[in-house]
């Protein structure tokens, strides 16, 4: 093998990234296979679909499909596009759009202003291995308010905050009962009308969850209702998980370390 042949090789190793996508936990059998690309205006999008609470789904680059999980507390995500391909793109934006139902969309290099419902608010994020954590001045609930940073995490499948703060929502529902030690809530699913919409406030403007989907209804007893927002018993801290995404649009800023957030359309 001639020496050029050997450079031409180690050349497309080190584009090749590969990353296990949390395959002992959902059951995947192939990892993710992400290549690095030079093309400064490079931009691509694909439709993910959820597999027990995560997005799986291809993206296709010059004509190559690879198979990506969209996660932004993962490590595979941020070892594969974060760490080679994100770098490479005119903007480094990872546009997250999540509907309560279908398969959802996400973009790489741009935001999609097909699903924003007004122009982006981006505010400073403290940014940390997996973990894109915003201010949240108020969570809007008549008792017990607070301040304090929350992850907003695609990968998980509801709104995790103090105890405090969910007591003071489902408080508001009078047919709501406390399970798991205040954890989780249940209600007759006949009394749906009455929950509220839940919101919070970040950079000074507030950010809905449609009141139906902080709750699910159970299966197979179809009439009793559960939660979706929950409390964590002895646990200080807030992710707004997938609930947030439904009615939100929100855009990842790898260059400037910011979250972009509008109402989701």
């Not at 050029?4 to 296979?33: C, E, K, M, N, Y």
């Not at 003071?168 to 009962?177: D, E, G, I, K, Y």
Request: charged letters at 15%; aromatic letters at 12%.
């Amino acid at each position: 093998m001639s020496p050029s042949t050997i450079f031409v090789f180690l050349a497309f190793l080190a584009l090749r990234v590969v990353a296990t996508p949390l395959a002992d936990i959902i059951g995947a059998s192939r990892v993710d296979r992400i290549v690095e690309r030079a093309t400064p205006s490079l931009t691509a999008s694909a439709t993910a679909t959820p597999r027990s609470g995560e997005y799986f789904g291809p993206i296709v680059i010059d004509g190559i499909t690879y198979s990506v999980l969209y996660d932004t507390g993962s490590d595979a995500l941020k070892s594969s596009w974060v760490a080679h391909a994100m770098p490479q793109y005119k903007q480094q934006l990872l546009g997250v759009n999540i509907p309560s139902t279908g398969p959802a969309t996400f973009t790489f290099g741009y935001h999609d202003t097909a699903h924003e419902n007004g122009p982006l608010a981006f505010n400073t994020a403290t940014y940390s291995p997996s973990h894109w954590y915003q201010q949240v001045t108020s969570f809007n609930v008549p008792a017990n308010d607070t301040s304090m940073t929350c992850d907003l995490d695609t990968g998980t499948s509801n709104i995790l905050v103090p105890p405090s703060i969910a007591y003071a929502f489902w408080n508001q529902v009078s047919t709501a009962t406390a399970t798991d030690g205040g954890e989780r809530w249940t209600f007759p699913c006949a009394n749906s009308a009455t929950v509220p919409n839940f919101s919070v406030t970040i950079g000074g403007k507030r950010y809905t969850v449609a009141a139906a989907d902080t709750y699910y209804r159970d299966t197979p007893s179809q009439g009793v209702c559960r939660s979706r927002l929950q409390g964590r018993k002895n646990r200080n801290y807030c992710i707004l998980g997938q609930p947030f995404f439904y009615s939100n649009y929100v855009a990842y800023d790898f260059g400037n370390k910011t979250v972009g957030l509008a109402g989701r359309k």
